[in-house]
């Protein structure tokens, strides 16, 4: 897969979506995940987009704080794993930069359940 990758660019800053968008997911699959647990990292790509897909196997979220991803007020506070407090406010400006950018976010995650979260990051490609 990362040989049909080579070449596709996406829309948008770079350094925005590496640093804003991708890294903090990134960051927040390892904050919220226990230890020497996995996280996986898959790419896909059709003719609009490349998609990202970074699943963990931390505590989840619940619907309150997954709606408070779509608001501009309101963050929602909880804790990492390694106890430090977390707001939401990365994943809100993630969200922001994708869309300004023409792409996409969605998160699937149930706290209840315990399966983790899996955050999908949709980049529209850059038309060349």
Not at 29 to 51: C, E, F, G, L
Not at 67 to 75: N, P, V
Request: hydrophobic share 40%; net charge neutral.
């Amino acid at each position: 897969m990362i040989d049909a990758l080579a070449g596709v660019q996406v829309a948008g800053d770079s350094d925005v979506l590496a640093q804003h968008v991708l890294m903090n997911v990134l960051t927040n699959a390892v904050k919220y995940s226990p230890r020497q647990s996995t996280i996986t990292i898959d790419v896909t790509m059709d003719d609009k987009h490349i998609n990202v897909h970074i699943r963990d196997q931390g505590a989840g979220m619940n619907r309150e704080q997954l709606e408070s991803l779509t608001r501009t007020q309101g963050f929602t506070a909880r804790k990492e794993t390694t106890g430090e407090l977390g707001h939401g406010f990365g994943l809100q400006l993630a969200r922001a930069f994708l869309i300004r950018y023409g792409g996409t976010i969605t998160i699937a995650s149930n706290q209840a359940s315990g399966i983790g979260t899996c955050v999908s990051l949709h980049f529209l490609r850059n038309s060349l």
